[in-house]
């Protein structure tokens, strides 16, 4: 998992928060919203810069932006299908037993 990206503040001087409409934005939405395919690609430094998602981008103010294990930002209205979003227990065994054996060699 990459580390967490700040989002570069001098992007959003004029941008005001999409939620409240009061603050200055200092972040967006990071809930994945479209999926690309891969294309040709010339080189490797093209190949491993493609983005592969598009996301929503909602400027947001510190306040308004929700974060998530202190890694993601989102929307209120995203924020809410996170937590709906949850692996059924037959996922959750998989995952357990995949960092168990294979990453911490159990």
């Given amino acids: ?12 001087r004029k941008v005001k928060c999409g939620i409240c409409k009061k603050r200055v934005s200092t972040r967006l939405c ?7 395919q891969p294309m040709f690609f010339r080189d490797y430094h093209d190949f491993s810069e493609q983005q592969l ?6 400027p947001m103010c510190d306040e308004c932006a929700k974060s998530y294990n202190n ?6 209205f995203h924020y809410g299908f996170i937590k709906k979003i949850q692996p059924i ?5 998989a995952i357990t037993e995949y960092v168990t ?4 060699n159990f």
């Fill in 30 to 36: 990071d809930f994945v919203v479209d999926y690309r």
């Fill in 101 to 104: 054996k294979d990453l911490l």
């Fill in 71 to 76: 890694i993601y930002d989102f929307c209120p």
């Fill in 53 to 58: 998602h598009g996301t929503c981008d909602m």
């Fill in 89 to 93: 227990p037959e996922m959750k065994r």
């Fill in 1 to 12: 998992m990459n580390p967490k990206i700040d989002n570069d503040e001098n992007i959003f």
